[in-house]
C-alpha cells in the first residue's frame, strides 16, 4: 500500500478479511497463528521494519499513532462506562503527552471535525446516549487522532442504515483528501468500493485471488 493510496478489502462472510486487517497491530484472536512478513517504512524513512517480529511493547507505540483501526461494530467499540469525549482524551493524553485541557479541546475539534451534532454536549454524553451512527463518528475521531499514516476500515458501516452509511462514506472520502494518509477498507459490499478505493484486493478461502483498480475488477473480473 502507497502513501496516500486507498486499497479495498474485498470477499465473502469469513474469507478471512477482518483476520488480515488485525495481523498488523497483532491483535488477531488467540488461537490464530500469523506467518511471513508485514513490512512497514519506519516514520524517519531509513528502512523498513517487520512488524511480527516486533515485541509487543514496540507494536503499543505504533498502534493509534502510525496505524489506526475503525472497527466493524460501533455499538460495542466503545466502553459504555466512560463518556465519549474521555474515550478519545484518554488516546490524545496516551500517544500524545497532552494535559486534560489540551486534550479537552482536541477531542472538541475532532468531534467538530466529523461533523458530529452538537460536537461539545457529545463531548460528556455517555454511548447508549448516541445513535449508531454517532458512535461510529466518535470511533472515528479516536482513530484519527494521532493523525496516523495508515487506517484500516473493518466495515464501517455495516451495522448502520443506508442513508447513514452513505454520510460515514462520505465523511472517510473528505478525511482522506484532507490528509496523506493511507486507507485499507474491508468491505463485502460492492456497491461502496467506487466511492472510496483507487485499488481493490478480492479475497476468498483466505487467500488474494486478484487484485487491481477498481475499473480493472469491475469490467473484466477473473474471480467467480
Given at each position: 500500500?502507497?502513501?496516500?493510496?486507498?486499497v479495498a478489502l474485498v470477499?465473502e462472510s469469513g474469507s478471512?478479511?477482518?483476520l488480515t486487517?488485525?495481523?498488523p497491530?497483532r491483535?488477531?484472536?488467540?488461537?490464530a497463528?500469523?506467518?511471513?512478513?508485514?513490512l512497514?517504512n519506519?516514520?524517519?524513512?531509513k528502512?523498513?521494519?517487520d512488524?511480527l517480529s516486533?515485541?509487543?511493547e514496540?507494536?503499543?507505540?505504533?498502534?493509534?499513532?502510525?496505524?489506526?483501526?475503525v472497527?466493524q461494530?460501533?455499538m460495542?467499540?466503545l466502553n459504555?462506562v466512560?463518556?465519549?469525549g474521555?474515550?478519545?482524551?484518554?488516546?490524545?493524553?496516551?500517544?500524545?503527552g497532552l494535559?486534560?485541557a489540551?486534550?479537552?479541546?482536541?477531542t472538541l475539534e475532532l468531534?467538530?471535525?466529523?461533523?458530529?451534532?452538537?460536537?461539545e454536549?457529545k463531548?460528556?454524553?455517555?454511548?447508549?446516549q448516541?445513535?449508531?451512527?454517532?458512535?461510529?463518528?466518535?470511533?472515528?475521531?479516536?482513530?484519527m487522532?494521532c493523525?496516523?499514516?495508515l487506517?484500516?476500515?473493518?466495515?464501517?458501516?455495516?451495522?448502520l442504515?443506508?442513508t447513514?452509511q452513505?454520510?460515514?462514506?462520505k465523511?472517510?472520502?473528505d478525511?482522506?483528501k484532507e490528509?496523506?494518509m493511507?486507507?485499507?477498507?474491508i468491505?463485502?459490499?460492492?456497491?461502496?468500493?467506487a466511492e472510496?478505493a483507487d485499488k481493490?484486493a478480492?479475497m476468498?478461502?483466505g487467500?488474494?485471488?486478484?487484485?487491481?483498480?477498481?475499473?480493472?475488477?469491475?469490467?473484466?473480473?477473473?474471480?467467480?
Amino acid at each position: 500500500i502507497a502513501a496516500g493510496e486507498r486499497v479495498a478489502l474485498v470477499g465473502e462472510s469469513g474469507s478471512g478479511k477482518t483476520l488480515t486487517a488485525l495481523a498488523p497491530l497483532r491483535l488477531e484472536p488467540e488461537g490464530a497463528k500469523v506467518s511471513g512478513k508485514i513490512l512497514w517504512n519506519k516514520k524517519d524513512g531509513k528502512g523498513t521494519v517487520d512488524l511480527l517480529s516486533l515485541p509487543i511493547e514496540a507494536i503499543r507505540q505504533i498502534r493509534g499513532r502510525e496505524i489506526a483501526m475503525v472497527f466493524q461494530e460501533p455499538m460495542t467499540s466503545l466502553n459504555p462506562v466512560f463518556t465519549c469525549g474521555y474515550q478519545v482524551m484518554e488516546s490524545l493524553q496516551l500517544h500524545k503527552g497532552l494535559n486534560k485541557a489540551e486534550a479537552r479541546k482536541q477531542t472538541l475539534e475532532l468531534f467538530k471535525k466529523v461533523k458530529l451534532p452538537d460536537a461539545e454536549l457529545k463531548l460528556d454524553a455517555y454511548p447508549h446516549q448516541l445513535s449508531g451512527g454517532q458512535k461510529q463518528r466518535v470511533m472515528i475521531a479516536m482513530a484519527m487522532c494521532c493523525n496516523p499514516r495508515l487506517l484500516i476500515a473493518d466495515e464501517p458501516t455495516t451495522a448502520l442504515d443506508v442513508t447513514v452509511q452513505s454520510t460515514i462514506l462520505k465523511l472517510m472520502h473528505d478525511l482522506k483528501k484532507e490528509s496523506s494518509m493511507s486507507m485499507i477498507f474491508i468491505t463485502h459490499d460492492l456497491g461502496v468500493i467506487a466511492e472510496v478505493a483507487d485499488k481493490v484486493a478480492v479475497m476468498y478461502k483466505g487467500k488474494i485471488v486478484e487484485q487491481g483498480t477498481v475499473e480493472q475488477i469491475f469490467s473484466s473480473p477473473k474471480h467467480p
